[in-house]
C-alpha cells in the first residue's frame, strides 16, 4: 500500500526558532498534499493543501506566512513553522494524495509532535 | 463549516458489535470517510461511502444516508485492538473536514 513518511517524528524547540517537518511519499507520487494540526484530545484540522509545484492553499485563520508549505516535487512537501511559540505545541501530519488514484482517499504519514518550550 | 458531530466516547465489550454515528450538515459533499486513530498515530483508512447505503469490509461496515445527513461506522466482533478513536470525515472539493472523532474502550 501507499506509505507517507515524515521527519522528524518529534521535536522539542525553544520559542522564537523554526522547525521544518518533511512528508514524502515513498512508494507513489503525490500530486496533492495536505497538512494538519492536531491538538490534545481534538480532531484533525486542516491547515493548507499543497500541490506540487504551485503555491499552497491556506485554511481561514492559518498565517501563511508563520506556517510555510513547499512543495517542490512529487514526492515531498515541507512545512516550516516560523518563529515558533509555545501556543504552536501540536501534532502536525500529513497526508497525500495519489496521483491517477481511483479513489479519493489519502494516505497519512505518521505525524510530527513538535514541542516548543 | 460541515458541523460534523459524533458522540465523544463510547464503551463496549470484546466480541460484541457497536455502531459509531455521525451526524453532519452541509449542503453537500463528494464522499464520507471514516478512519481510526490509535493515540499518537496517524489515522488509518478504514471505509468510505459515496451513494447511499452500506459497504462492507470485513469486520467493519459503514452506511450513508445523505438525505437524513447520517452516516455509521459498525465495528463486529469487537477485538481489544481496536480500542481507538474513529474519526468521521467529510469530503468535498479535494479537501476532508473531521468530525472530533469517537473515542472507542473495548473491554474483556
Known amino acids: 500500500g501507499a506509505v507517507v513518511s515524515q521527519h522528524p517524528s518529534w521535536v522539542i524547540c525553544k520559542s522564537g526558532t523554526s522547525v521544518k517537518i518533511e512528508c514524502r511519499s515513498l512508494d507513489f507520487q503525490a500530486t496533492t498534499m495536505f497538512w494538519y494540526r492536531q491538538f490534545p484530545k481534538q480532531s484533525l484540522m486542516l491547515m493548507a493543501t499543497s500541490n506540487e509545484g504551485s503555491k499552497a492553499t491556506y485554511e481561514q485563520g492559518v498565517e501563511k506566512d508563520k506556517f510555510l508549505i513547499n512543495h517542490a516535487s512529487l514526492t515531498l512537501s515541507t512545512l516550516t513553522v516560523t518563529s515558533a511559540h509555545p501556543e504552536d505545541s501540536s501534532f502536525y501530519i500529513c497526508s497525500a494524495r495519489s496521483r491517477g488514484s481511483s479513489t479519493d482517499t489519502q494516505y497519512f504519514g505518521p505525524g510530527t509532535r513538535l514541542t516548543v518550550l | 463549516g460541515q458541523n460534523i458531530d459524533q458522540p465523544t466516547e463510547m464503551t463496549a465489550t470484546e466480541g460484541a458489535i457497536v455502531q459509531i454515528n455521525c451526524t453532519y450538515q452541509?449542503?453537500?459533499?463528494?464522499?464520507l470517510f471514516w478512519y481510526q486513530q490509535h493515540a499518537g498515530e496517524a489515522p488509518t483508512f478504514l471505509s468510505y461511502?459515496?451513494?447511499?447505503g452500506l459497504e462492507e469490509k470485513g469486520r467493519f461496515s459503514s452506511f450513508l444516508s445523505r438525505s437524513k445527513g447520517y452516516s455509521y461506522l459498525l465495528l463486529k466482533e469487537l477485538q481489544m485492538k481496536d480500542s481507538a478513536s474513529y474519526l468521521c470525515a467529510l469530503y468535498n472539493f479535494n479537501k476532508f473536514y473531521f468530525g472530533s472523532g469517537t473515542k472507542l474502550n473495548v473491554k474483556p
Open positions: 461511502n459515496v451513494l447511499d
Open positions: 452541509t449542503s453537500g459533499f463528494n464522499g
